[in-house]
């Protein structure tokens, strides 16, 4: 379909604004615009069938399921849009004075009771705006406590684990640590032993996701924990995965030191095509001091920003937080109270479901019970009849589904990774599970058919090399780069994991 | 009230299925020891009545901008957000996607950030955007660290003049990133193009807002040229609606820039969520932060768009990936795209040019009641700081009173300024509502 400004006509408008009869504005000779912008040209019935036409062309939990391991793709409720809406909320300016914003600071502290409740820790700043902020939000509040402590030179290593969210190894080096990886066990557990081995006095933490990104449940979190606490070390918990153990195990209670919380996947902030999120900070009583400003804090029935903190790693966003998003997920937290256990059980009850439906038909790398995703292989599949995991996540659009994350843990070859999340029904289980086993025979019967899918897209594969290769990454306007002589070949890159 | 769909005759079929008698089998690899033995304390279970009942009740307990008439800027400002806006936003497809990794079940959002970062790259003059960062503050930051690697340099530059919340999230990320920060005083509401070179040595770049945090204009290409005589990399950080009427930093030999998109599309919302946009020129494009669309062709030859060089991102590059970010602002830079689209160029011209015109009126008008503009010789975009002769905080308390807030006071971040006020007004101030502001400030 056309691009937006190949709908622009000369002179064409949407909006009007109001007129006031005042002196015109005096903009000084060197610095005004001289050339104006190619904005679009429209009028505003175009632009609603635009982006309308667009919307058809994209795929979203309204859509259908949509079970992306480790991305969460819950339902999300209309209510709390409706919510997030209403003009107090929307309408309101973050330096309004304290008195005459009570109902949002009010929102904003029981929403970091909430977070703290749920992830057995003490102390919250709701300002990061994503997970990964909040990761390397949670390294600068390391660094922060060990430089308070005299160790800032001593230590100077993070450890992740072979299985983590790129982010993780991402936002270490942001964070100016060296990093170290530890290996998985057979079991997918991390590897103790090498562990053992690793950890020292240089050691400032452990970043990890408990449930793994295999979403398994690591059996020796304790002794983990014990590992890393005995060298005076920190740890981290990638909150990524916390759909799984709401209200069953907490990440404090697991012996996690510092936790962010993906509020735009336990907690239903919609995605909205990549954003927006959440990551709030969740922290021991001892990390408490180094949080971000300004603080949100209680005195008796009055709310109020402290920005006296002087041991604050100080900002790591605007303000205090993405706001909206806080609305959404502290009404759907409300909403489950204290079923929020319920909550995470059916998640763990449907992923289960799903691989005992699909087991026979894939590789299971690690046959234990999963918690709220799990990873298949496709590693028989591409042997015995050349088919990627790539392909099969393709022909699944063809049956009216969104794919699972693909190649995804690393350590898995030909990952599918597959997590359906609590809000799916039975029937949506079953006919998902119907179409991989279809998709296992006709890779065996027809397997053309798959390394040509999709068939019922909008586009057929897409080569991602000839796009890296043009970086063709604005519309040119008269002088568009015309790639219609290229030979287009469907190369995709294997890795399209993130968080 | 929950969102979940099984039965109990659901669930006897699944655990049947699965091989285990009952839920809590599910959870047998969890140590005893980590188990949580009581129910979360969160308050009962709500209906969405019940629900709608405490947050509206919450909702109203805020003062926002249709109780009370409101001049509040200093970087979040209530410009008009068109109805359109909220149509787009609310198609399920878009709201309830997750990022594009899979480009056949996603062109409409990957065609909408093609045309947001052609928008972004027309307005700023620069040959590149990503897709989004989080908001106008780690942008800043996000900019610092393409300018570390580029240029191998640990020193940045900042105005004084830039938002303060700006200067203070670089600075936490400086100590990351292992840079020194060091900030350049404004001279009478604007910085000084020979102090900022003397400072510019020896740095990665140098950060000015444009108009700045006071609402003045900077004298914006002698800063990018002082930048770039010290061979530090020049980033404007602007105002979009500002960028129909003053020229684009491209267009004065900046390097990067970057920006708070909400003043374009987006509500105020207590400060998000928002979109920070970072925009620059090509030959920064492969340490560029964050996801990038790019066209290409399907396997049948026809156009279609997919993440691309995404070999920069954490997903692929891990520890050496250009930065963390997973998670972006497309929602709200969809908005941005559908607001811009909406006004045309022709439409943002007028709205630059009228928040200029009333707020040169306000001006003036509080010069007439007695109250002296802090900087009167500098021109000013859509807000400008007003001296009150008293106490700022005893100013906005008292205009308070009279249903009015006069906006933000200047001396929580600047000594000397006790007495001042920022005050923003947007296209939706009307003259008479200017003249209301002017009442409600007068001694």
Not at chain 1, 204 to 212: V, Y
Not at chain 2, 12 to 19: D, R, Y
Not at chain 2, 125 to 140: E, K, L
């Amino acid at each position: 379909m056309k691009l937006i400004f190949e709908k622009s006509q000369t002179g064409r408008r949407g909006g009007e604004l109001p007129h006031y009869e005042l002196p015109p504005a005096k903009v000084p000779d060197e610095l005004r615009r001289e050339t104006a912008p190619r904005l679009p040209e429209l009028a505003e019935p175009e632009i609603v069938r635009h982006f309308t036409e667009l919307s058809t062309r994209n795929f979203g939990i309204d859509t259908g399921f949509y079970p992306l391991g480790s991305c969460t793709m819950k339902y999300n409720p209309r209510v709390n849009e409706r919510l997030a809406m209403l003009p107090g909320f929307r309408d309101l300016h973050p330096y309004q004075d304290e008195d005459a914003s009570q109902g949002a600071l009010e929102l904003m502290w029981r929403l970091q009771e909430a977070l703290i409740e749920v992830s057995g820790l003490h102390a919250c700043s709701l300002q990061p705006a994503a997970g990964s902020q909040g990761e390397l939000t949670g390294l600068l509040l390391m660094r922060a406590y060990f430089a308070d402590r005299g160790e800032a030179e001593q230590r100077d290593t993070i450890i992740t684990a072979d299985t983590a969210h790129g982010t993780n190894p991402a936002s270490v080096t942001m964070a100016g640590y060296n990093l170290a990886k530890v290996e998985t066990d057979a079991r997918g557990n991390v590897d103790v032993a090498h562990l053992r081995q690793m950890v020292d006095e240089r050691t400032a933490g452990l970043m990890l996701t408990n449930p793994s990104t295999l979403g398994l449940f690591d059996e020796h979190i304790e002794e983990i924990a014990e590992i890393f606490h005995e060298v005076g070390a920190l740890l981290y918990y990638d909150g990524a995965n916390l759909n799984a153990v709401c209200g069953i195990s907490r990440p404090g209670d697991m012996g996690f030191d510092i936790v962010h919380i993906n509020l735009h996947k336990t907690f239903s902030q919609p995605h909205g095509g990549g954003g927006p999120g959440g990551g709030p900070v969740v922290v021991r009583d001892k990390l408490e001091p180094f949080l971000p400003v300004p603080a949100l804090v209680r005195d008796g029935e009055r709310f109020r920003l402290d920005h006296d903190r002087p041991k604050s790693i100080g900002k790591v966003r605007g303000f205090t937080g993405p706001f909206g998003v806080f609305v959404r997920s502290y009404a759907y937290i409300r909403s489950y109270g204290p079923r929020l256990r319920e909550m995470s059980e059916v998640a763990v009850l449907n992923a289960n479901y799903l691989l005992a439906r699909l087991r026979e038909a894939y590789d299971l790398p690690y046959d234990r019970l999963a918690m709220h995703e799990f990873v298949l292989s496709a590693r028989s599949l591409k042997r015995e009849h050349g088919i990627t995991a790539l392909d099969v996540a393709k022909r699944l659009m063809d049956y009216g589904f969104h794919p699972p994350t693909i190649y995804f843990p690393l350590v898995v070859p030909e990952a599918l990774m597959v997590e359906p999340t609590e809000t799916e029904a039975k029937e949506t289980l079953d006919e998902f599970a119907d179409a991989m086993l279809a998709i296992a025979r006709e890779a065996e019967n027809d397997p053309e058919l798959l390394r040509q899918a999709p068939h019922a897209r909008p586009v057929k594969r897409l080569d991602e090399v000839l796009a890296a290769k043009r970086a063709i990454v604005k519309y040119g306007f008269d002088q568009h780069p015309d790639l219609s002589g290229a030979q287009p070949e469907p190369r995709q890159l294997e890795a399209q994991k993130g968080t | 009230m929950s969102y979940l769909s099984l039965t109990e005759r659901d669930r006897e079929e699944m655990l049947a299925a699965i091989g285990v008698s009952s839920v809590e089998e599910l959870f047998r690899d969890i140590p005893a020891g980590v188990r949580f033995g009581r129910e979360l304390d969160l308050g009962p279970p709500l209906s969405e009545q019940e629900l709608s009942r405490h947050l509206e009740e919450l909702a109203a307990r805020n003062v926002d901008s249709s109780k009370e008439l409101s001049f509040l800027g200093a970087g979040i400002y209530d410009h008009y957000v068109p109805a359109v806006v909220d149509t787009v936003l609310q198609r399920g497809e878009f709201l309830t996607a997750y990022t594009p990794y899979q480009p056949e079940m996603s062109q409409g959002v990957l065609q909408a950030i093609f045309e947001y970062q052609t928008v972004i790259c027309e307005l700023t003059g620069m040959d590149v955007s990503n897709a989004s960062g989080y908001d106008g503050t780690t942008v800043a930051a996000d900019a610092c660290y393409v300018a570390k690697h580029a240029t191998g340099r640990t020193k940045v530059v900042v105005t004084e003049a830039t938002n303060p919340q700006v200067r203070q999230v670089v600075k936490t990320y400086a100590s990351g990133f292992g840079l020194e920060v060091v900030e350049v005083p404004h001279r009478g509401g604007v910085t000084d193009p020979d102090e900022l070179r003397r400072a510019a040595t020896d740095a990665a770049c140098v950060i000015f807002q444009q108009p700045n945090f006071f609402g003045c204009l900077e004298p914006a290409p002698d800063l990018a040229a002082a930048a770039n005589d010290a061979e530090a990399i020049a980033v404007a950080h602007v105002d979009p609606i500002s960028l129909g009427v003053l020229e684009a930093p491209g267009a004065y030999g900046c390097g990067m820039a970057i920006g708070e998109g909400q003043s374009a599309g987006n509500y105020q919302s207590f400060a998000g969520p928002h979109y920070g946009f970072l925009a620059a020129r090509k030959e920064f494009i492969r340490r560029m932060p964050g996801r990038i669309v790019g066209e290409t062709l399907d396997a049948a030859g026809e156009r279609g768009y997919v993440l691309t060089l995404q070999t920069r991102e954490q997903h692929i590059r891990r520890e050496k990936a250009t930065s963390n970010i997973t998670t972006n602002q497309t929602l709200l830079a969809l908005a941005g795209l559908v607001h811009l689209s909406w006004l045309g160029p022709q439409g943002l011209r007028e709205v630059g040019e009228t928040c200029m015109s009333l707020a040169a009126y306000a001006q003036s008008r509080l010069a007439d009641a007695g109250l002296e503009p802090a900087f009167s010789e500098r021109t000013t975009f859509k807000e400008f700081a007003v001296r009150t002769g008293r106490n700022a905080q005893d100013a906005i308390r008292s205009a308070r009173e009279r249903g009015v807030h006069p906006g933000y006071a200047l001396g929580r971040d600047y000594q000397g300024f006790d007495d001042a006020l920022l005050v923003a007004v947007t296209e939706r101030r009307t003259p008479a509502d200017i003249d209301r502001l002017v009442e409600a400030l007068a001694k």
